[in-house]
């Protein structure tokens, strides 16, 4: 006979002599005190445990709060930040930022007949303002890469924020491209 079989009569055996003998009531008693029983004997365990993860948390917090007041303590961070601030131009500087962008547009013959451009607040505590500039813009690839790069390159607080570009048919040389730069200045 097959052993699995054996099991499965002496399981249905011994639930069928318990039921007579304890009732539904009885069994679901008889568990509930298995459980208790077995929650006694790992509860102390459990405790230590516990204990052991707090010890360690307050160490760690412990720490943290040693490195927050070493940070804080050190003079360089703060000034480093202001320094990194000033070294931003002002928002008078934008128009002669935008003559650098034209000018390499003029450069890299890329014809720029509008543009899109928005001032706005950082909403970080750097205390920035972004000056963003959407240019659409109708060139080759490599003439449109150029215009970028030499844009980026002339203007250090300049980021590329979007650079779109579709290409209507497979034969057409020229891209319609969409360029977004955001450009970073410090409050006067």
Known sequence: MNTRLVWERRVRRWTRYLLERFGTFGLIGI??????????????????????LRGQADRTRGRLDDVRRDLAQRPGSAQRAVRLRESFPTIDHAAADLRVMFDAAQKNRVELVKGEYALAQTEDASRLR???????????Y?????????????????????LRIERSATNVDQLDARVHFTLFYREQ
């Open 31 to 52: 568990g509930l005190l298995l459980l208790a029983l077995g929650l006694a004997v790992y509860a102390p365990q459990m405790a230590r445990e516990a204990e052991d």
């Open 130 to 140: 972004r000056f963003e500039v959407t240019l659409p813009v109708k060139e080759r």
């Open 142 to 162: 490599v003439t449109i890469k150029s215009f970028v790069a030499d844009v980026l390159n002339a203007v250090p607080h300049a980021s590329l924020a979007e």
